[in-house]
Nanobody, 112 residues
Framework: QVQLVESGGGLVQPGGSLRLSCSAS????????LGWYRQAPGKSRELVAF???????NYAASVKDRFTISRDNAKHMVYLQMSSLKPEDTAVYYC??????WGQGTQVTVSS
């Protein structure tokens, strides 16, 4: 079972930036697809960004050109750099490993 731990959430003003981090335990990290999802109150969990083991990425249309997903295989880390944040980005953000594992989530609140 892969253990995922997110960090880096918080309160930020509209237009600001945050970087989320996710550390992953377990072997064969380099072969894993990794993603970030989010869930806002009253809404379903949705994909934000995904990165394959080859480094290919895809993004939700709502965050494309504002968010960047990246990974550091040596450190077993995956990151989500978020810029130009909007109030509608407010949600709990979850790290995902394609073994089916989820992190506990980190709250991101965008508000003035």
């Amino acid at each position: 079972q892969v253990q995922l731990v997110e960090s880096g959430g918080g309160l930020v003003q509209p237009g600001g930036s945050l970087r989320l981090s996710c550390s992953a335990s377990g072997n064969f990290f380099i072969f894993a697809g990794l993603g970030w999802y989010r869930q806002a109150p009253g809404k379903s969990r949705e994909l934000v960004a995904f990165i394959t083991n080859n480094g290919d990425t895809n993004y939700a249309a709502s965050v494309k050109d504002r968010f960047t997903i990246s990974r550091d295989n040596a450190k077993h880390m995956v990151y989500l750099q978020m810029s130009s944040l909007k109030p509608e980005d407010t949600a709990v953000y979850y790290c995902y490993h394609n073994s089916g594992s989820w992190g506990q989530g980190t709250q991101v609140t965008v508000s003035s």
